[in-house]
Structures are given as C-alpha cells and as structure tokens.
C-alpha cells in the first residue's frame, strides 16, 4: 500500500473508502449484533465523518465510562498496593518486637515466669471477657494469644505482679 500523493485523488479514494468501511461497519453490526463506531476526519483534516451502531454518542459515552472505571480499579491497585507495604513494614516491626520479647522471657529466671505466665492468663481472660461482651466469637481463645507489644518495656515488670499468682503456680 502506498501513499497517495495527489489530493484530487486522495478525496476520491477516502470518498469511496469511507463509504466502503461505514457499509462494512454496518453490517457487523448487524450480523454479529456489535456496537461499533468509526471517526473518519477527512484528509486535509476540516471535516470529521461519522457513523455508529446504535450511535457514535452512546459508544463515546460507553468507552469514557470503561476508562472511568479502569481509572477507578487503578487508584484502588495503588491503594492495595499501599496497604501490602504497610503491612510487610508492620510485619517487620512485629518481627523485632517479637524477638525483644523472647530475649527478654530468655532472659528471666524460673519464678519470673511464672509470673509472667500469671499475668499472661490474666490478659488472656480479660481479652476473652471483653470479646464475649461484644458478642465475638473467639473460637481459638484458649489455643493461642498473640501481643503486640511497643515502647522499651516488652514485658511486665516482675514487682507489679502478685504474689498469689506465683503461689498458685508454686502448689500445682
């Protein structure tokens, strides 16, 4: 294919094929039951021809609302996109609040313990009290408890924590 380099020729030509290309247009439309739209501006760029099934406006409107809503599936993509990193950058700080507070149960002798271990249950029945008070099902409760722990404390301090509970654990 080649270009047509005289204009007297050139508007006959895009004459004949325009009218060629909105028959065919028109016809697939009608045998396949498709929406379709051509814009033929002409070639010195003046006049815009036009033709659509069921008209060029609804298929324009159509096409505008796909890229609106493409645009809208975009921003929330970057949204998510967001929230992963945020949550792999909170993983991370879990990771290390993890390890403080294994190196400071590591670190602690039998009786702290068992403090600890009191004071542990005694969070882990408030949660579950406080969950039953809103009517939320903690179904494994009593198999595990997570603690997010922060600030440069990471575990109770052994004379906050009564002497009882150390006695009950000193009976079993």
């Known amino acids: ?14 004459s004949k094929y325009k009218q060629e ?5 028109a016809e697939l439309s009608t045998q396949y039951g498709v929406d379709i739209a051509i814009l033929l501006f002409s070639p010195q760029g003046n ?7 069921p008209s060029v406006d609804s298929i324009i409107t159509r096409f505008l609302g796909e890229n609106r809503r493409l645009d809208a599936l975009h921003r929330e993509l970057r ?11 909170r993983g991370k700080a879990l990771d290390v609040a ?24 005694g969070l882990k029945r408030n949660a579950h009290s406080e969950l039953q008070k809103k009517d939320v099902v903690a ?13 440069a404390n990471y575990g109770p301090p052994a004379e906050e924590i009564d002497d009882e509970i150390t006695n009950t654990y000193r009976s079993r």
């Open 21 to 25: 290309n909105f028959k065919k247009a």
């Open 79 to 89: 949204w998510l996109e967001k929230q992963v990193k945020a949550e792999k950058e």
């Open 98 to 121: 993890r390890k403080k507070w294994e190196d400071y149960i590591n670190g602690l002798g039998w009786e702290e313990l068992l403090k600890v271990i009191g004071k542990l249950e």
């Open 1 to 14: 294919m080649k270009a047509i380099v005289k204009v007297e020729h050139q508007r006959i030509i895009f």
């Open 47 to 53: 006049v815009v021809y036009s033709f659509g099934s």
């Open 139 to 151: 179904a494994s409760a009593s198999a595990s408890c997570s603690f997010l722990i922060s600030g």
